[in-house]
């Protein structure tokens, strides 16, 4: 493991206070949460420009509040602690509760944090995938205001976060949808603890067992997450059943392109894998549904 010693360590005690410790350092500075991702970084050498970490655990970010237009998930809930949230585990967000379930082991389920999930930008990560299905976007506070971008914009690559000079992930905002919607998430790794080979999550919306609206999303098969939309188009106005599936499953095969290839798997099973998890995923969600509406 490459040595990783940084000079500082700070813990502001307001946004604004760790928004100008950000700026002041740039790319010198990275925000800690659990430290999970850190490690893994460290780990391979991609931290050594760092001099300072910030610790933002006294910025009251720790709370999952329901909202008028939203659900909001501070940055600082652990997975752990979000996975207790009996909302997660039924209609529009059971994709979530399925993906919380699927990250392994518990001792960095209890100290990952929805914030490092999301703007870590690791694109074999569960949550941000199931987070992109049901079309959320990342709260980011900055040193003169605070914006939102939506998870699939804030992702733009491999490492690489839409985030400003002095600016944080403060929150993960969840719009409500209307309740005629179903979701799931599935996920295939080489070992229990590993992250994925693929995952894959989608969103419907049902009415009277007919689709409406579909997102289906795919991890691991490229830099960042993966909005498979003539997948999810191919479903809009056919019955929410098995038969419908295979309309998808063609329009896979272009809209995954050549995958990315790795030491987990090659492009061409990775491809493979997309295709069985698209079946399992919305098969899922239909019968959770129940085909009804």
Request: hydrophobic share 40%; aromatic share 6%; charged share 25%.
């Amino acid at each position: 493991m490459s040595e990783f010693l940084p000079k500082h360590y700070f813990r502001p005690e307001t946004a604004s206070e760790a928004s100008q410790t950000l700026a002041r350092y740039k790319d010198r500075c990275i925000v800690i949460g659990g430290g999970t991702v850190i490690y893994e970084l460290a780990q391979r050498g991609l931290l050594s420009d760092v001099e300072a970490l910030v610790d933002l655990t006294r910025l009251s970010l720790d709370q999952v509040k329901d909202g008028e237009r939203f659900t909001s998930i501070g940055a600082s809930v652990s997975l752990s602690r979000l996975q207790g949230s009996a909302a997660l585990h039924e209609g529009r967000l059971a994709c979530i509760g399925d993906a919380l379930r699927e990250i392994r082991p518990l001792q960095v389920k209890n100290l990952a944090t929805v914030g490092g999930a999301v703007s870590s930008c690791i694109p074999f990560f569960d949550l941000p995938v199931a987070l992109a299905s049901v079309g959320a976007s990342v709260e980011l506070n900055g040193p003169h205001a605070v914006r939102s971008v939506p998870i699939l914009e804030f992702q733009r690559d491999f490492l690489q976060p839409d985030l400003r000079e002095g600016e944080f992930v403060s929150a993960v905002l969840i719009p409500h949808e209307m309740a005629s919607r179903a979701s799931a998430f599935s996920k295939f790794a080489l070992t229990g603890d590993d992250w994925a080979t693929v995952n894959c999550a989608c969103s419907l919306e049902i009415v009277k067992g007919v689709i409406r609206e579909a997102r289906i999303v795919f991890g691991a098969v490229a830099s960042k997450p993966l909005l498979a939309e003539r997948c999810g188009a191919a479903l809009v106005n056919r019955r929410a059943e098995a038969a419908s599936i295979s309309k998808a499953d063609e329009s896979l095969d272009d809209e995954l392109g050549e995958p990315i290839s790795d030491h987990r798997a090659s492009s061409a099973y990775r491809k493979r894998v997309a295709k069985l998890l698209l079946r399992t995923t919305l098969e899922r969600a239909f019968e959770r549904r129940g085909g009804g509406g």
